[in-house]
């Protein structure tokens, strides 16, 4: 008899775990600190990450966020940058500019303070990159859809179809070009890219009608009849409560609005989910067995919440340790307790079951 399968936890927490590590990657530039996190995500990924074309994304924007640091590092080397330094490692020629465009250089010289600054802010953003990608491998758009307030279904519909768009076409893509290779014919080069991007853009095309024609079928955009007043209290509430937010996270972050800043971005919140609570009565729409946040569901979303949580105190403790300078030119350390809490963000591999193996893997093992 085979065993049950146990269900995997909800998808709003694989995405709460991922936030909470991209927000602590935003709080260092230690290169150290970065390169744990990144390993942290990608061992959770490669353990628990199913077959669907969307799981295999992971890959897709590790290939971005190198991308991106690459980028920052050619604009550091190209239009200078404002660090000083003495190390000089080349020395490009300088094009003048004219005398509105001072504060900008093309070439000139090249120091490893300037090269190891840009490599270290590259770095924190490829990593907030890469925790994207997690979340986006992990957690199953389709049940992320269904879980979200009836005031968002429609704008939570148009952000599921556009991150399962990449993953699909990149599935495409891959499908077309193994094709090819196993009839001899090219794939690389522009005759490969042509030839190989057509049949992607009609199964595109294809994709696009059939979803609308499912949508249409399902009574998508539907709204039902709700009373004035109430259309007119939720309209308040919402538009109240996020405003409220911006003004107590401005708060947050001044020095001079630290005593207001706290009540009210907590009575902003309840005010804007009050609202998305009277507007979903607008949709019409029933869910099947809809996801429960368990327990599981909370170890993974606190697991990420902590490590933002004592990464923030940590930089606010020892900001030298979490954001080592260049110059001088010296090499970044590693700290004990940072690091150790980074580690918290090992925890769903152990408390969540590992995705099942394909099909053609549990044939071949068995």
């Given amino acids: 008899m085979a065993a049950r399968s146990v269900r995997a936890p909800h998808p709003g927490a694989w995405w709460l775990w991922s936030i909470g590590l ?4 935003t709080r260092t530039t230690n290169p150290l600190l970065l390169a744990l996190l990144v390993t942290a995500s990608a061992y959770v990924v490669a353990t628990h990450r199913g077959s669907a074309p969307w799981a ?19 604009f550091a080397v190209a239009l200078g940058s404002p660090i000083p330094g003495t190390h ?9 500019l004219p005398h509105w465009a001072q504060g900008i250089r093309l070439g000139g010289e090249v120091t490893a303070e300037a090269v190891l600054f840009a490599v270290y802010d590259g770095l924190k953003l490829a990593t907030l990159l890469i925790c994207v990608g997690a979340a986006n491998a992990l957690a199953n758009p389709a049940r992320l859809l269904k879980s979200l307030p009836g005031a968002l279904y429609e704008t939570g519909v148009a952000v599921v179809v556009a991150l399962t ?3 699909n076409l990149i599935a495409d893509v891959q499908r077309l070009r193994a094709a090819r290779r196993l009839r001899g014919r090219p794939d690389r080069g522009v005759r490969g890219l042509l030839q190989v991007g057509l049949p992607v853009l009609e199964g595109a095309l294809e994709r696009s009608v059939a979803l609308a024609a499912a949508m249409d079928a399902r009574g998508y955009g539907r709204t039902a009849d709700v009373p004035a007043r109430i259309r007119r209290t939720t309209a308040a509430l919402t538009l109240g409560g996020l405003l409220g937010v911006c003004a107590g996270t401005y ?9 207001y800043g706290l009540p009210v971005l907590l009575v902003s919140v309840a005010a804007a989910l009050a609202g998305l609570r009277l507007g979903g009565r607008r949709t019409l729409r029933t869910r099947y067995r809809p ?8 170890l993974v979303a606190a697991s990420g919440a902590a490590v933002a949580a004592l990464m923030t105190l940590a930089s606010v403790n020892d900001p030298e340790a979490l954001r080592p300078g260049v110059v001088p030119l010296t090499a970044p350390q590693l700290p004990l307790w940072p690091a150790a809490s980074i580690l918290v963000a090992l925890l769903p591999a152990f408390v969540v079951p590992a995705a099942p193996a394909a099909p053609a893997a549990r044939k071949e093992s068995s």
Avoid at 22 to 25: F, P
Avoid at 88 to 96: C, I, M, N
Avoid at 251 to 259: I, R, S
Wanted: aromatic share 10%.
């Fill in 22 to 25: 991209g927000t602590a990657a």
């Fill in 251 to 259: 708060g947050l972050l001044t020095a001079e609005g630290g005593t």
């Fill in 88 to 96: 000089v490692l080349a020395t490009l020629p300088e094009v003048p």
């Fill in 291 to 298: 996801d429960a946040w368990d327990a599981r569901a909370w």
């Fill in 165 to 167: 768009f990449a993953p």
């Fill in 56 to 74: 295999r994304s992971y890959g897709a924007f590790a290939k971005l966020a190198l991308a991106v640091l690459l980028v920052r590092l050619v």
